[in-house]
């Protein structure tokens, strides 16, 4: 991991401290009021801290997924190109599988689909009621 990559990763660290302080778990979730393909990670992770892997894998069923995807980044330049592009196809896909199910098929407590209650819906809500008016 080089300078720009520590100072990458600094500055996303710093931004979700500033969010988290300001009350804003997830900003996509905040926007949008769509979960984010990680949603509930965090929680996954603070259960599994505790000792309930159960809960960790309701919260999120791919929370350990990060961990093997770290160490491909870490490893990305010593690993074969085709290694590194198949494993974080792999991670990606999973995400995305998961994300998917999760949304639109289950009846997920973790992972919502409310536009109208993301800051965009609620905004764009008011404009057009004002606009009624």
Known sequence: MDTKDLRALGGIVLFYVVIESLGVTCPILYLTGISCAGCGMSRAWLSL??????????????????????????FQRRLPRQVFRWGMGVVCALFLLVYLVRLLWLEDPV???????????????????????
């Open 111 to 133: 992972a919502v689909c409310e536009p109208s209650q993301g800051l965009i819906g609620r905004l764009v809500s008011g404009i057009l009621a004002a606009a009624g008016s």
């Open 49 to 74: 801290l505790r000792g309930d892997l159960a809960a960790a894998f309701a919260f999120h069923p791919l929370f350990w997924l990060p961990v093997p995807a770290a160490a491909l980044l870490l």
